[in-house]
Nanobody, 122 residues
Framework: QVQLVESGGGLVQAGGSLRLSCAAS????????MGWFRQAPGKERDFVAAIAWNGRWTYYKDSVKGRFTISRDSAKNTVYLQMNSLKPEDTAVYYCAASGVLATTIRNYDYWGQGTQVTVSS
């Protein structure tokens, strides 16, 4: 199986930046598409961004386009989410996940990390 561990969350002021990391262990995730999701208090878990491990495809939630960038480092078996121009509405627990298919929906993802908290103050 695949184990995923997120890190890099924290408290930041509106307009600031954070970079989240998702480190995979146990086995390589090079054959998986990777995604980031987030869940705010009282809300459903929501898609944020996805990337194919071959680097040929990325997809973003409309509200984060131009602000967030998903990337990966195959040598480190790690996926990143660079978040710029953060807004209070970005506050959530952020999760990384691995999917055997190219997807933007929760049901297609097989493995999940424990989540990392991102809090954006106004």
């Amino acid at each position: 199986q695949v184990q995923l561990v997120e890190s890099g969350g924290g408290l930041v002021q509106a307009g600031g930046s954070l970079r989240l990391s998702c480190a995979a262990s146990g086995r390589t995730v090079s054959g998986y598409n990777m995604g980031w999701f987030r869940q705010a208090p009282g809300k459903e878990r929501d898609f944020v961004a996805a990337i194919a491990w071959n680097g040929r495809w990325t997809y973003y939630k409309d509200s984060v386009k131009g602000r967030f960038t998903i990337s990966r480092d195959s040598a480190k078996n790690t996926v990143y989410l660079q978040m710029n121009s953060l807004k209070p509405e970005d506050t959530a627990v952020y999760y990384c996940a691995a999917s055997g298919v190219l997807a933007t929906t929760i049901r297609n993802y097989d493995y999940w990390g424990q989540g990392t908290q991102v809090t954006v103050s106004s």
